[in-house]
Each structure stands twice: as C-alpha cells, then as structure tokens.
C-alpha cells in the first residue's frame, strides 16, 4: 500500500529556502561544515553529496533543506502490500494537512483531538484482516488493506510519508533514524534495491522543515 509513497512528495512553498545552514555543524563538526561550504559551491547530487562524510551524513533532501541521517546508507525499502502494520495506528496532522483532509473528507468523522493535537482517528474495525492487536486501525484502512485517501485521492497526511523512518529535531536541524518499531514489525524493510537514503524527498516532506517541532514520535 506505501508502495506508492516512493513517488510521491509533499509540494512545499520554498520553506527550505527561508532557513540559514549553520556555520559550524554541532553534530558532524567544523570539518564536514567546511566540507559542506565546499559543496555549496559545487552542487553536487543526493548520492555524490553523502559519499564524502563519514555517519552521521548530512543529505539535502529538497533544496535548501539538509537533514542528518543516522541510519545505514544501504538501507532499502519497498512497502509489502500485504502489510498494513503502520496503518494500524493514528495520524498526527499538521495544520496543512487538515486544510488538506478537510477537501477529501469529513473532520468531525474522520479526526480526534489528543496531546493538544489533531490526529486521524482510530476506529474499531469490524474484520479480523489489517487491524491492530486491539481490532483497531485508522479511519481510512479499508478492508482490502488500502488507504482510501490515498485510493480516492492520490493524497495522504504528510507523517503517513515518513514511517519506517523517525525525524528528531536536535541543535535545530532534522536529525532523521529508522524507527524501533519498525525493525521489529515492517515487512519493507532490505527487500528491495531501493535505497532509502536516496529517495529521502518521498519520506520526508518539505513541510517537516517549516515546523517549530517536526519530531514525528508524537502518537495518538
Ligand atoms: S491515512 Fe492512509 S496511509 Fe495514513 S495511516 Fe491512515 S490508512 Fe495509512
Ligand atoms: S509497516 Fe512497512 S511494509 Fe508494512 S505497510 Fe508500513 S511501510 Fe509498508
């Protein structure tokens, strides 16, 4: 069913572009900001970009917005359709994506309000396929295993893009692993040629760099 996400990417309104890369790298040190200096004068892409830094890496995702990866470079990833774990839980909105759900589908139904926050709901689902533990899941796992948002629409919540992988937001930069959670329960994981690390634009939307918190552990 994320199959699909490797294609897709948030549209951001140039919000990578208002941030300032800092002098010195609080995490990789002022010789891989020198490095980088370097780089911003001789662009160079995603993969030639990673190949001169030892872990962490610093990756430009979308231009202008750097993240440092802390996960094995080689990782792949391919969503198994059979599998529908992370549908299981769910989703923390952010506020374009409500503007974004509330065009596709009915708030008052479809959202819950925890931790201050708006999620997509989870609901009891009358069916022993693609629930959690509980009998639960979200509000748009349909009983084929399929996000009817993503089905009807071609569109879904921007944190929905970013599972198997976890956003920490440290020394004001996007400090980005692969999920606890996912090593034990996501089928997709190094069954594919597909490296993450080279397709970060379609897990990590644009929009993760205009939040004052884009950690993504926050559940409902
Ligand atoms: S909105 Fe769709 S992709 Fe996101 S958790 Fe729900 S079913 Fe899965
Ligand atoms: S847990 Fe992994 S393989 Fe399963 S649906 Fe989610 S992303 Fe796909």
Known sequence: ????????????????????????????????????????????????????????????????????????????????????????????????????????????DATTTAHGEQFVRREQKDRDDHTGDDGAACYFLGEDGLCSLHAEHDWKPARCSVFPLEVHYENGEIRVTVRDEAEEHCEGLDVSERRVIDNLDAFLPEVLWSLENPETKIEL
């Open 1 to 108: 069913m994320f199959a699909a996400r490797l294609q897709d990417s948030v549209a951001g309104d140039g919000w990578c572009a208002r941030l300032a890369t800092p002098d010195r790298d609080p995490i990789l040190g002022e010789t891989v900001a020198n490095d980088r200096r370097d780089a911003d004068r001789k662009p160079l892409s995603a993969t030639a970009r990673i190949s001169f830094v030892n872990e962490p890496r610093r990756v430009e995702v979308h231009p202008g917005c750097e993240a440092v990866v802390a996960f094995d470079p080689d990782l792949t990833f391919e969503c198994v359709d059979s599998c529908t774990w992370c549908c299981g839980h769910g989703v923390l909105l952010y506020d374009h994506d409500l503007l974004g759900l509330a065009q596709r589908a009915n708030l008052n």
